[in-house]
């Protein structure tokens, strides 16, 4: 039987290492918490529930839109291994700051976080990824974040409330909803 990585990812990467210092008391509380500039780390409960539905398999080459403070990329980061990469994009400039020195707190080379580039939804020129993690709510399937999934990729992301999973096969992309969720949205 396999180990289960997704639990594997969470317990190698608490998530109070992710939160600004007055909110760490509350890293076990399974909500969302404040993280600064209108943005939260996300309920563990549905990161688990994002990463289960995204499986993420080593080596791959995965994008993680709304870094914010930098915990869905480690957990991303150990579950692709050094064999792969994560790129982390993030809008606000003092999250990417914040994600940024989290991340350098830990050893994944393989995984970073920059600033997103106004205007451009992920990360185009980095296309194709194996999988894409959308951590705010878009109001529409967006488009743009499915044309740079490569073949036989996945990307999950909130949508309208409904947690939406693409699976990018030959021909069009299958998509399929996952329950009721509550993000921030998507900018």
Excluded: C, K
Excluded at 49 to 54: H, I, Y
Excluded at 91 to 103: M, Q, S, W, Y
Excluded at 111 to 124: H, S
């Amino acid at each position: 039987m396999d180990a289960d990585r997704v639990a594997d990812a969470f317990a190698s990467m608490p998530r109070e290492w992710f939160l600004p210092a007055s909110a760490r008391h509350r890293a076990a509380y399974d909500g969302p918490i404040e993280i600064g500039h209108g943005q939260t780390s996300s309920q563990p409960r549905t990161v688990e529930a994002m990463l289960r539905l995204l499986d993420v398999r080593p080596g791959d080459r995965v994008l993680d839109v709304g870094s914010g403070s930098g915990w869905t990329t480690a957990l991303l980061a150990h579950l692709v291994g050094p064999s792969g990469s994560v790129r982390g994009v993030e809008l606000e400039n003092e999250l990417v700051a914040f994600g940024r020195d989290n991340l350098a707190s830990g050893d994944w080379p393989w995984a970073g976080i920059r600033p997103a580039t106004p205007g451009v939804l992920g990360d185009p020129a980095g296309a194709p990824y194996d999988r894409i993690l959308v951590s705010a709510e878009a109001r529409t399937l967006p488009t743009e974040l499915v044309a740079q999934l490569g073949a036989e990729a996945r990307m999950v992301v909130p949508v309208a409330g409904e947690m939406v999973l693409i699976e990018q096969r030959t021909g069009d992309p299958r998509v399929s909803r996952h329950g009721r969720y509550r993000f921030v949205p998507l900018r």
